[in-house]
């Protein structure tokens, strides 16, 4: 229990600590909905997993501070990452009653807690990742704000196969699902690419010098990176010190961390991402962003990763009021509610309607330039 964290859209905290104050939550007030999260909030992914909470906290926070609105709390426990702590966790989130399941950041952790999702038959809302095994299980309880890594690698391959790059390597974490990497493979496969090498990460690793040499070796034209940002930021370093003259390509998993340590030491990428630009002001989504972090949490940074939690529970407020005007905000009402939202968050549209439970498609590409600018 001492890796729990408890946060909560309210200003009070809990008086209780472990379980028992996660007990407490069935016997709550129905103008009370909580939700509970299972994210990294230390280790090596703590800033990708206080991003994603703090978006949501200040979605909550706006939400609840609306005439008539019931108050929106959110549960958080510190999983580090990993996936067995995700599982312990989310287990401890639904014996203790929350109606829903919000922003797990552990693409690996999620797939891993499926089956106890589907047996308490409540929703899990807005992973925080592509991961495809969630996507490729279609459960009926799961359900993804944003778009999965095949629309990414999709969108990446086009890039790759217009800009004639055909000696690429692939990099991910050894604990990551099957179908990521079968995905990619299946991407690459339609542009007519072949990856002339594939590394697994060691995902508690803390060295990857020996990555970097054997991506050196192949001579490539592109390294394709499906991880965090520490490892990226690592080896493309040392290559870079090595004079590698090819491309980096990262999915959305490296997130902001990526994007400022690249910047700093002014070396460029491209990176998928799936939310718009978090300096799109002219985008109504990241402006109303923007002014709730900084009302709820002056000091919290805004970042791709915040604007994508910020959706998510923005996402969940909608599903919430809906629920409500059916009657109440049980699991089974707001778990519906869900398969049924079709919404216009203000630049970023949301449509579980169709029956699908992939509710965006939106994937963008950004380059960071050598002068630590986002262009393209």
């Not at 807005?126 to 095949?150: C, E, F, L, P, Q």
């Not at 080896?235 to 004079?243: F, K, L, P, Q, V």
Request: aromatic share 6%; with cysteine; charged share 20%.
């Amino acid at each position: 229990m001492n890796r729990r964290n408890f946060m909560t859209a309210a200003a009070s905290m809990w008086a209780a600590g472990g379980l028992a104050g996660v007990s407490r939550i069935a016997s709550a007030a129905p103008a009370v909905v909580r939700f509970g999260q299972s994210a990294s909030l230390s280790g090596a992914q703590a800033g990708y997993g206080r991003d994603v909470r703090d978006g949501i906290l200040a979605a909550f926070a706006a939400a609840s501070a609306q005439p008539d609105s019931p108050r929106f709390e959110l549960v958080t426990l510190d999983d580090g990452g990993e996936r067995g702590h995700c599982v312990q966790n989310v287990n401890s989130l639904i014996d203790g009653g929350v109606t829903a399941l919000i922003g797990l950041t552990s693409g690996s952790g999620a797939e891993a807690c499926m089956p106890a999702v589907e047996k308490a038959q409540l929703a899990l809302l807005g992973t925080a990742s592509g991961n495809m095994g969630i996507r490729a299980a279609k459960a009926s309880s799961v359900y993804h704000v944003r778009a999965g890594y095949d629309l990414e690698y999709r969108r990446m391959t086009a890039y790759l196969k217009d800009f004639g790059l055909r000696r690429v390597g692939v990099v991910n974490l050894d604990d990551a699902s099957k179908a990521n990497l079968d995905a990619l493979k299946a991407a690459l496969h339609e542009a007519g690419i072949e990856p002339k090498t594939v590394v697994a990460l060691d995902h508690t690793a803390s060295n990857f010098d020996g990555v970097a040499d054997q991506l050196l070796a192949a001579q490539l034209d592109c390294v394709l990176f499906t991880t965090h940002a520490a490892p990226i930021a690592a080896i493309t370093e040392r290559m870079n010190a090595a004079r590698y003259p090819g491309l980096y390509y990262a999915s959305s998993f490296a997130g902001q961390d990526l994007l400022n340590t690249l910047a700093s030491r002014q070396d460029s990428c491209v990176m998928s991402v799936v939310v718009p630009r978090p300096n799109a002001v002219n985008v109504n989504i990241v402006s109303c962003c923007q002014q709730d972090l900084a009302a709820h949490a002056p000091k919290a940074r805004m970042a791709m990763t915040t604007l994508e939690g910020y959706i998510t529970g923005r996402t969940a407020v909608e599903a919430a009021h809906a629920a409500l005007k059916n009657g109440g905000v049980s699991r089974g009402r707001l778990r519906e509610s869900i398969a049924g939202l079709r919404s216009d968050l203000g630049g970023y549209k949301i449509d579980f309607a169709a029956g699908s439970t992939q509710g965006s498609h939106f994937v963008d590409l950004i380059t960071l330039d050598r002068y630590g600018r986002m262009v393209g």
